[in-house]
């Protein structure tokens, strides 16, 4: 066997395990910077198995490639998006189909790159990459300094909420902003402006621990109740 074919099993072996981590460990509802970082390593472990199928001899350069090349990262970057792990992480199986996806499509990035025109696969593969670490540091989710508590307040308005809206805040931007926006005008989720007036208290913090898909279920792990309810305190707030 040689080195190539060694890296290309080892690869695809490693990445095949951690897609069925969540299965073997009864994963559920992963934070969501944790998520993308999952598919971070599985696409880099994608990448490199398709680095080592193609055969720098292969002299078979195509056009139609191109399509390979392309088309797999923008899938891949719309499967990214966390109201879609609302659905997947309720369904062990379903969520291991969704990481042997991932994986799939690394592969065929940086396969196809490399089909199309020797070297592009690097850049294609560079790009995949690329967009899951930034997803994970940026697609929604706010540094980890920003959660910082501050000093526990009582937030006053027509339903009397009792939480911290400044740390609720912080934590909406870290956990819900990607779908809500920063300050609840709407995008992939509904706007949540005026949300006072149309649940209580006690329904926006029952919806927050329970939600329907495709909203994710972040409650109890990595929102607690105290983060649940200075979330709920933030939310109330919106004017």
Request: proline share 7%.
């Amino acid at each position: 066997m040689t080195v190539r074919r060694i890296i290309f099993v080892v690869a695809t072996l490693a990445a095949v395990v951690l897609a069925f981590v969540p299965l073997i460990a009864s994963e559920r509802n992963p934070g969501v910077r944790d998520h993308h970082l999952d598919h971070a390593l599985l696409m880099l472990l994608g990448a490199i198995a398709g680095f080592a199928a193609y055969r720098n001899d292969s002299g078979d350069e195509s056009p139609a490639w191109v399509w390979a090349a392309v088309a797999p990262p923008i899938v891949a970057m719309l499967l990214m998006a966390p109201s879609l792990y609302a659905v997947v992480d309720t369904v062990p199986w379903l969520h291991v189909l969704d990481h042997l996806v991932f994986l799939a499509l690394s592969m065929l990035t940086v396969y196809g790159g490399q089909r199309y025109v020797r070297g592009v696969g690097w850049a294609s593969g560079l790009m995949l990459e690329t967009m899951a670490v930034v997803a994970a540091f940026g697609y929604g989710v706010a540094p980890a300094s920003v959660a910082a508590a501050a000093p526990l307040s009582v937030v006053a308005s027509t339903h009397m909420v009792n939480g911290n809206s400044e740390r609720g805040k912080q934590l909406f931007a870290q956990n819900c902003a990607v779908c809500h926006a920063a300050k609840g005008q709407g995008g992939v989720g509904p706007p949540l402006k005026g949300e006072a007036s149309r649940k209580s208290v006690a329904q926006l913090e029952a919806w927050i621990k329970k939600p329907l898909p495709p909203m994710p279920t972040l409650y109890p792990k990595p929102l607690n109740d105290d983060d649940v309810t200075d979330i709920a305190a933030f939310v109330e707030s919106m004017k």
